[in-house]
């Protein structure tokens, strides 16, 4: 009766720790998180369009008065579905999250981009995509 109990408690240790050691895996591989707490607005031109990702996600590079910017824009899906087009040359204002990803690098998380007056929103008031939901 004692080993038994010995056998349950190291496989439920075991357990504990494989589901930790997963949960740190796939929060590290993860798509980086909106963080409002880090939420600017820049301006700039389009440098380059870059993708679809690994993931389905555009990326554009944005040359700003001071850097240039990753940033993450929408699934290439989402942004056919809705007739949204950015290209070379094109005057942005972006407002979004910069965060680091996974890799170290930094990239801006679109929530709002303005161009020519018009406002496209990629995510709400609190950074959830809008495109969740969305049909694949």
């Known amino acids: 009766m004692q080993r038994r109990a010995s056998c349950r408690l190291a496989s439920v240790v075991v357990l504990i720790v494989l589901t930790a050691l997963l949960g740190a895996s796939a929060q590290k591989s993860g798509t980086p998180k909106y963080d409002r707490s ?3 607005k820049v301006k700039g031109v389009v440098d380059e369009v870059k993708g679809p990702a690994a993931d389905g996600t555009i990326h554009i590079t944005l040359k700003t008065d001071k850097e240039a910017l990753d940033v993450s ?4 899906k989402f942004m056919k579905e809705m007739e949204i087009t950015l290209a070379k040359g094109d005057s ?5 999250s910069k965060v680091v990803t996974a890799e170290g690098s930094s990239v801006l998380l679109a929530r709002e981009i303005g161009r020519n007056g018009d406002t496209m929103m990629m995510r709400d008031e609190k950074g959830a995509p809008v495109w969740v939901g969305w049909p694949k």
Request: charged share 25%.
């Open 73 to 76: 824009v929408a699934p290439e």
């Open 38 to 40: 880090t939420e600017v």
């Open 92 to 96: 942005l204002e972006i407002t979004g």
